[in-house]
């Protein structure tokens, strides 16, 4: 006796279920393909860098540009500091970046660097813009 709830499939009848274990396989094989495939295309992107110019739209009057040079004297917006070594010259950047902050709170920052300065002055002014809250600061480059 057959039960009615037995389905046993005849080449006369159409078969009505998908078999989807070849489709997962795909997609499988698929995923990793990608997954192997994606940081090698991020990587190997030809960017072309900007010269060192300020975007579009911005106002010089708004922007602060802190420079570096090769002996470590800081500059605000042209402005002579005085050495990156020296207490009372990072005092004085601190209140110079403390005003304009004060008037220009959304407005970019700039650093510009000279490329013979050791890298750790560089992270120095980073960190003292950092820690008075300026964390949107740009880095100046030129092209070769």
């Known amino acids: 006796m057959t039960s009615p709830f037995s389905f046993e499939w005849t080449e006369s009848e159409d078969l009505a279920d998908i078999n989807i274990v070849p489709l997962v396989d795909v997609l ?84 510009r660097a000279d490329r013979r300065i050791r890298y750790g002055a560089v992270i120095r002014v980073m960190a003292l813009l950092r820690r008075m809250g300026i964390v949107n600061v740009g880095l100046m480059i030129e092209r070769e």
């Not at 295309?41 to 540009?65: C, E, F, M, N, Y």
């Not at 990072?90 to 209140?95: F, L």
């Open 28 to 111: 499988l094989v698929l995923l990793v393909i990608f997954m192997i495939t994606a940081p090698i295309i991020a990587h190997s992107l030809d960017v072309q860098l900007p010269q060192a110019t300020l975007a579009a739209g911005t106002r010089t009057d708004r922007t602060l540009v802190i420079s570096v040079d090769r002996r470590g004297v800081l500059a605000v917006n042209e402005k002579v500091m005085g050495s990156i070594k020296d207490k009372n010259a990072i005092k004085r950047m601190e209140a110079r970046v403390a005003q304009w902050k004060a008037t220009n709170p959304q407005s970019p920052a700039f650093l």
